[in-house]
């Protein structure tokens, strides 16, 4: 096992998590986002044990991509991603429909160690609605010699008197495009990387596909260094496809809302729960199968 992490930092916008003299990430819950890019908290930069950076900030391909975020591309037709909504058989349209979620109050716990932080947060619409409250945990545990880990839950209740309907670009008509949810972005250096995933599957044939988990290994420029983030998806989760690219830019999302819409009833509440382990070099699928198996949900 490696150092316990701690919060080495926390003001009125930031909080830093660190093992030793490396930050693992900074998560900004009170951000300076222009308003047409969804303004909504985030994790960058996310380091490895090693201090390479493994998120990419506000590309200028898509300036709403902003390092590790949970966010949503469609509810109920307002889009809570930022940039522009796609709308069937039109295309992508600036549209007056990009809603904030906004940081409420904190809870931060350190039971041996683990850093643990309980987070409230609102969405608002552009028009200033308040259809959703959040209720956010996410946990860095598991630090071991060369990998850590950030679990990741998230409870969204409907605050509407009528249902909240998440859907996705693919949902309104454009084929494998279905992003929405726990959303990540890696640097530039990493387009082109290796995409591994449960079950013998590989590579971009990934996108649109379920599987347990999937993992992709990347390179850094400047440093002769890998690095690979595992993402696991939770046995509760439901419906859960990976969208997931190596070019033109890495990302991956283990979207909830890919091919179907999900409907929550007013009142009720839509709870999802990831996995992400963040590792020093580059992990074969032996190295991950072992991984999974040793480190089960």
């Known amino acids: 096992m490696g150092e316990r992490p701690v919060i080495t930092r926390q003001d009125d916008e930031a909080l ?14 009170r951000p300076s986002t222009p308003a047409f890019e969804g303004p909504k908290p ?4 996310v380091r490895t044990l090693a201090g390479d950076v493994v998120t990419a900030f506000r590309p200028h391909d898509h300036r709403w991509h902003k390092g590790l975020q949970m966010t949503a591309t469609d509810v109920s037709g307002e889009n809570f991603w930022g940039g522009n909504t796609y709308v069937r058989d039109q295309g992508y ?6 809603g904030t979620m906004r940081h409420e109050d904190f809870t931060v716990a350190s039971p041996e160690g683990e850093v643990r932080i309980d987070e409230l947060l609102s969405w608002f619409t552009e028009s200033g609605q308040h259809w959703v409250r959040e209720m956010r945990q996410f946990t860095v545990r598991d630090v071991e010699d060369d990998s850590w880990t950030l679990d990741f839950a998230t409870t969204l209740t409907n605050l509407r008197a009528e249902p909240l309907v998440f859907g996705s670009p693919t949902t309104n008509g454009r084929e494998l495009a279905g992003y929405t949810g726990f959303f990540w972005r890696g640097p530039r250096s990493f387009t082109d990387g290796q995409v591994i995933a449960a079950d013998g599957g590989a590579g971009q044939e990934m996108m649109g596909r379920a599987a347990r988990w999937l993992a992709f290994v990347g390179h850094h420029d400047e440093v002769e260094r890998s690095s690979t983030m595992l993402f696991l998806d939770h046995p509760d989760n439901k419906g859960t496809h990976w969208f997931v690219r190596s070019a033109p830019f890495a990302a991956v999302n283990p979207s909830f809302a890919f091919f179907e819409p999900v409907e929550v009833a007013p009142g009720e509440a839509l709870t999802l729960r990831y996995r992400l382990v963040v590792a020093n070099g580059e992990w074969n699928r032996d190295r991950l199968e072992s991984y999974v198996e040793v480190h089960p949900w």
């Open 16 to 29: 830093v998590v660190s093992v030793g003299d490396v930050e693992l990430f900074e998560y900004v819950f």
């Open 42 to 45: 985030y994790l960058h930069p």
């Open 93 to 98: 349209l600036a549209l007056p429909n990009v």
